[in-house]
């Protein structure tokens, strides 16, 4: 697990320079180029929950024998819910505040939007 953390820490040095060098002309581009990270990330940190939860299901199945081990494979599994409930909720609430906050936060870089809003009221 130590070995983990001291990835995970080199990791995010490595993506200091990123930021770093980016060199935003104002606040707002500094905080669209954090939300453009945090919406690359989480992604990935999600589909690592849902593999960790079917980790425990497979435990779980595997484990037919031993209830000690089935027990474990429940908590593998419960934790591998909670994981998903909070990368996908961190990912709705940071995608309403940028779309309450800023308004060029869901727009690609030929400025055109990524999602498709269906206006009744537009002709």
């Not at 939860?53 to 429940?74: D, Q, T, V």
């Not at 727009?107 to 537009?122: A, C, H, M, V």
Request: glycine fraction near 8%; charge should be positive; aromatic fraction near 18%.
């Amino acid at each position: 697990m130590k070995s983990f953390f001291k990835l995970l820490i080199v990791s995010c040095g490595l993506l200091v320079p990123l930021i770093v060098f980016a060199a935003p002309e104002n606040f707002k581009s500094l905080i669209n180029i954090f939300t453009n990270l945090i919406k690359a990330i989480i992604p990935v940190i999600g589909g690592l929950a849902i593999l960790y939860f079917f980790w425990g299901i497979a435990k779980y199945i595997f484990s037919a024998g031993s209830e000690e081990l089935r027990s474990e494979a429940k908590n593998v599994m419960t934790w591998g819910l909670v994981a998903m409930f909070v990368m996908f909720s961190f990912y709705g609430i940071l995608s309403l505040f940028g779309y309450s906050f800023l308004p060029s936060f869901g727009q690609n870089s030929s400025g055109s939007n990524n999602l498709e809003i269906i206006d009744p009221y537009r002709p």
